[in-house]
């Protein structure tokens, strides 16, 4: 989710360079259309590489999300519920290593994605492993990926405006894009599926965190005991994980993440404001009624609102 344009020095540069392209929302940084998604470069060599060769094993858990759909946020309560007997107050990770280092986490089954649902590696598939998906509506994740883009970028580099960018993300072109279709794909799959695929929405989380961790820990099949609940251990992770919490610790204040890459990030931009309905303060009733305009045709007979 970071930094533009380095080179590529594998073989699959060749297949990247023959897949379409589209001028991506930073200088200097492509998007390629591969498998019916947009993705950068620097990515989609991980991404064939995980598709050759990725093992899953039955009992992993998979969380998937497009960008800045609260990926961040899943990945901490995911963590802090399948480590809750082995970490006390005081010495879980979390508290000093960002959410996005937590997961994958030594002899733990959490691994993450940002793939489409058709993209997975198809040993995820056979092997049956859960999958948690968590999506965000349209207008707050379009508005919080243009944020995380602009925050990206080095001071000198001239920002995408906020117009071209809601017109990019309306044609389908963003990072791991159609947005819509991502949604739809995970949508689909958990209405088939739903002892393998758990579906959440932010607005969900936020209105109810309680109940969805509770949810996320049944589904994960680590269910809180009735101990548990009354000595407020649900509570607790809730705390922990929330955006209060996560956001004024240091290493999330002035951290990096993949520090020694090429893609290193600090770990702030990860965290912003965290709230419902953010776009209210960016868009025009003009944007407004475009983005809502598609997120009604695609998910129209689909069972799915906002
Ligand atoms: P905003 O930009 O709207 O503030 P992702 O984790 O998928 O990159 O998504 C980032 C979005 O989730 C940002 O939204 C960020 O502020 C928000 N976020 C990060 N941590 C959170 C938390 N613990 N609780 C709620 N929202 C969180």
């Not at 060599?45 to 759909?69: C, N, R, V, Y």
């Not at 009354?230 to 993440?257: A, Y």
Request: aromatic residues 12%; charged residues 20%; proline residues 6%.
């Amino acid at each position: 989710e970071s930094s533009a344009g380095f080179s590529l020095p594998t073989k699959y540069k060749e297949k990247i360079s023959t897949l379409p392209k589209h001028h991506g929302w930073r200088v200097n940084a492509d998007f390629y259309h591969y498998q019916g998604f947009w993705c950068y470069s620097f990515f989609l060599e991980g991404i064939m590489k995980s598709q050759q060769h990725f093992q899953a094993q039955s009992g992993d858990i998979i969380l998937s999300s497009a960008p800045k759909t609260g990926t961040t946020w899943l990945k901490a309560l995911t963590f802090a519920i399948v480590t809750r007997h082995h970490f006390d107050d005081s010495t879980n990770p979390l508290l000093t290593t960002v959410p996005h280092e937590c997961v994958p986490f030594p002899k733990l089954p959490l691994l993450a994605t940002h793939l489409p649902y058709t993209s997975l590696p198809n040993s995820i598939m056979s092997s049956h492993c859960k999958i948690v998906y968590i999506c965000r509506e349209p207008k707050d994740a379009f508005i919080s990926l243009w944020h995380f883009i602009c925050k990206l970028a080095p001071q000198e580099e001239e920002h995408v405006p906020l117009e071209a960018a809601l017109d990019m993300f309306c044609k389908g072109i963003s990072q791991y894009g159609p947005y819509w279709d991502h949604v739809l794909g995970y949508w689909k799959a958990s209405l088939e599926c739903p002892e393998r695929v758990l579906f959440l929405k932010y607005e969900d989380l936020k209105s109810d965190t309680l109940h969805y961790i509770k949810t996320l820990a049944d589904f994960m099949g680590c269910p809180f005991s009735l101990e548990e609940e009354s000595e407020g251990v649900v509570q607790k992770i809730m705390n922990l994980c929330s955006f209060e919490t996560l956001s004024n610790l240091k290493v999330n204040k002035t951290g990096m993440h993949r520090s020694t890459t090429p893609l290193a990030t600090k770990n702030d931009v990860y965290f912003r404001k965290g709230n419902v309905g953010d776009w209210k303060n960016h868009l025009t009733d003009e944007m407004v009624h475009r983005v809502d305009q598609i997120t009604e045709q695609k998910f129209s007979g689909t069972g799915l609102m906002f």
